[in-house]
Each structure stands twice: as C-alpha cells, then as structure tokens.
C-alpha cells in the first residue's frame, strides 16, 4: 500500500500535469517543490523548512473532491476576490497535507469538498491545526463529510445526515429560491449585507450544533431554518455557509461578499493568543454572547445606558431586574437586548454567567470545568390569595428562568454541581456518562476511561477531566 508520501508526491504531479493544481498565481510549481523538500527533509530524520517565498496577499488553501462542482465560475470567485490567493488541494490524495507544514504558509483554509475516508493520524493532525488557531470556512456540502468522525461535527457544528439509526436521513432540492434573513447583522461577517434571495440547493433535516452562532436562517419549507453560522473549535474561528451549490450561488453578489467577509473574520490574525492559567483576567464588561467569551471582548459598562450606579458592586445583580438592557452598539447606535440573553459578566477579572435567572459565578479549570450553582428552595406563605392551606416547598431549577414571587418566602439554597464545557458552552450534570461522552472528542483518552468499570469512572472522574484539559488548553486574547 502507498505511504501518505507517495500518494502526495502523485497527487501533486496528477494537478500539475492536468492543470487542476491551479491557482490565481499559478505557483503550482513553486508550492510543489517546497512541498517535496519539505518530505525529503521529513525523510531524513529532520524537519527542515524549504525556503519558499512567502505570499503578500491573503492566502486560501481550498480542498475539494468528492462531489462535482461547475469548476470555472467556482474559482471565478476567488479570481475575483481582493486581495486574495488561492490553491487547490483535491481528494483523496490532499488529505495527507493536513500533517504537513504547507498548512502554515495559507491564512485560511476552505473546504468545499465531500469525502469520508480519513486516517487516526489525519484526524489527530486535524485536531493539532485547529489547537494553533487556523481559520476554516466550510461551504455547502462539506457538511456531509466524514460521518463516521463523531468529531467533525463538532467542527463544523453540524451534520447532514446519510444513515443514523435515530434519525431520518437529511434531505436536498435543486433548484429553488431560498429567502436569506441575516440573524446578527452587526457580525462581521454579515456586515452591510441586507437580507436576499438566492437561487440554490436546500438541504433539510440536517442538524445545528446547540453551540454554533447563526447568522443565516431562512423559511424555505424544505429547508433546516439555521443555514449559515459561526463555530469555535480550539482556537480556531470557523464559519459553515450552507448555500453554494452552482453557478447562480456563486454569481450572486450577496454570496459574494458573505464569502470573503467570512474568509477575512476567521483569520484573526490581529490578536494576539494566551494560554489559559488560573492568573488570566477577563476583560470587565458585560459579555453579550459566547463569541464574546472567547474574544475577550465585553461590552463597556460605559455603553450601557441606565440610571444605576455602574461602580457599584452590585450594579449587575441590580441590572438584571430590568426585562432589557438599553446598550449603544459598535456603531454607535442605540439598541436594546432582552436580559435573559446575555451570556453573562466579569467583574475584577472573573467570569460569571446568566443562569436561572440570575448570575452564578464561573470559575474556569479548562477546556471542562466543575460547576457549582445555587439552586433556591422557596417555601409558601399560608397568606398566598391563591391558596391558603399549609405551607409547602419547592426548588427552582438553576437552567430555567424564574421570578420570585411574593407570596414565597426564601427558605433555603442548595449547590448544584455540574460539568461546564466551554467548546459548546452548555452544562452537563457531573457524572460518569455525561462525562464519557465529553471525552469523546480525544479518542485516547475516551478508550481509556471506557475500559474502566462503572465505578472506577466515577472514582476517577477529576483525572480525566485534569487530563483532558492539559491536552486541550484554552486560549484567549491578551
């Protein structure tokens, strides 16, 4: 059987020779032979860098295979796109690249491709180019690759479904218009686009990561509602845009723009990254969403238009009283967001989150983090108008909203612990199954803690998960 070298050094002869190694600079040649001395190097026992020229422009590695597309008006894109670069890299034989240094010499990879085969150690190489923060754009039926890799929908953040036993398969229509309304307009993604029609593919019944960002939705009836979001994974910025399909995609100018505009924000190549230690401080402000979270970008207290004293300790927990929160946006316009939406705070460096209604605070171990809430247990009062019998008890669950009512009398508080998970931002309950299913995302470790008995996991829980987050550290900006 061919070695991953071998199927590389003919893949790249195969593109040179037929002309689909092509890109706007046609430096097929050029990339071809950094990439054969890179594998020389790697052969004999050391990493050596080829001295290849670098790239001025903004550089996009595109992967494709596995699905027939109108080639010419595709690239048109790029050719006609600012400021840009572009390679192509075709399946099967592009995916040894993942575990090569070419990876470094792009800003952006796309991948507008449709495969399924992909090695343990390809996998792993996937993993380690998301950990240093390369920005990834999927387009269309990416979303059906690799059903087999649990993982990548958590990439991707999302999954069209071939053949799952508890679940219909997804399903597709050519050829219709589909209504595009833009769910976050001040993204920088979506920036100065209104909301359009585009003659497309829908594909329905496809899954959406709880996690993910939406940005596009639309109401076509044969489609999934969420049709363009933002995703986190690592410390990379990642964007999947579900239209694409032809021709009259790739000639729409609103498709257009939305492209390069997501090309442009997964980059990020203007923040610097840290990693996460006990000592990292959170920038002060009110944290609107999770994006923001990971950008370390609150909202100033000083754009926040209230009455309420905003030095006061307790100005948050007192903000919260109030159903919206009136806010000038980075436009500089005023706006309004309901209460309950906001993700939460920081105050004096540390993190504190929106749940139940109220702020708990976050104290972060890691990729996965213990966390404690209050849960309150109120008790009624026999002078309640709707019942005046004896008095009883009941706990408000810290994961739905609530208002305390009058007639309840504040009796106890109890903690709650559970798992955070900051790759997708939800709360788990603190047990061995819920864990499992965390570590799926590292295959080793997951083998490891499932050959343990039931009660050897739940001894054990606190290594894993210490385990866990020395493999997969967070990063944020400084």
Not at 99 to 128: G, N, T
Not at 312 to 317: L, P, S, V
Not at 460 to 477: A, D, Q
């Amino acid at each position: 059987m061919a070695s991953d070298k071998e199927c590389l050094n003919s893949a790249l002869d195969h593109m040179e020779n037929t002309g689909e190694f092509a890109g706007k600079k046609m430096f097929g040649f050029q990339l071809k032979n950094c990439l054969l001395l890179l594998l020389f190097s790697t052969a004999a026992g050391a990493l050596v860098l080829p001295d290849c020229p670098a790239q001025e422009l903004q550089r996009v590695l595109i992967y494709t295979g596995g699905h027939d597309f109108e080639r010419e008006t595709f690239f048109d894109i790029f050719q006609d796109m600012p400021a840009t670069d572009y390679q192509e890299l075709i399946h099967p034989q592009a995916s040894p690249v993942f575990d090569s240094a070419l990876i470094e010499q792009f800003d952006v990879l796309l991948f507008y491709d449709m495969v399924q085969e992909i090695k343990d150690a390809q996998k792993a190489a996937f993993i380690r180019i998301l950990e240093r923060g390369k920005g990834l754009v999927f387009l269309h039926h990416s979303l059906v690759s690799y059903q087999d890799w649990e993982e990548f929908e958590r990439i991707i953040g999302g999954r069209y479904v071939l053949d799952e036993e508890n679940q219909d398969n997804s399903t597709y229509r050519h050829d219709v218009d589909v209504p595009v309304t833009l769910m976050d307009k001040d993204h920088p993604v979506t920036r100065g686009l209104k909301d359009f029609i585009i003659h497309d593919e829908v594909y329905g019944n496809f899954r959406v990561q709880p996690g993910v960002r939406p940005l596009l939705k639309t109401t076509h009836p044969e489609s999934g509602e969420i049709i363009g979001w933002t995703n986190h994974y690592g410390n990379s910025r990642i964007v999947y845009i579900q239209p694409g399909h032809d021709h009259f995609a790739y000639e729409n100018p609103n498709y257009r723009r939305l492209l390069k505009q997501a090309i442009d924000w997964v980059q990020n190549k203007e923040i610097p990254m840290i990693k996460y230690s006990p000592e990292f401080e959170f920038r002060d402000g009110l944290y609107l969403n999770m994006d923001k979270v990971r950008t370390n970008d609150p909202l100033p207290l000083g754009r926040i238009v209230t009455e309420l004293n905003n030095y006061n300790r307790d100005f948050f927990e007192d903000m919260i009283t109030n159903e919206e929160i009136i806010l000038y946006d980075d436009f500089g316009v005023l706006t309004s967001i309901k209460t309950k939406d906001i993700w939460g705070y920081a105050q004096n460096g540390r993190l504190y989150i929106m749940l139940g209604g109220k702020f708990q605070r976050l104290n972060i171990e890691g990729s996965i983090s213990h966390f404690i809430a209050s849960a309150t247990t109120y008790e009624k009062s026999p002078d309640s108008r709707r019942d005046s019998s004896a008095y009883y008890s009941t706990t408000q669950d810290i994961y739905r909203s609530f208002h305390t009512k009058p007639s309840y009398l504040n009796v106890s508080a109890e903690g709650k612990v559970s798992l955070y998970d900051f790759e997708s931002n939800s709360l788990v309950g603190y047990d061995p199954e819920a864990l499992g299913k965390l570590l799926q995302r590292d295959s080793c470790l997951s083998a490891e803690y499932n050959s343990l008995r039931k009660r050897e996991k739940k001894k054990r829980m606190v290594e894993f998960i210490r385990r866990y987050n020395k493999n997969h550290p967070l990063y944020f900006p400084q």
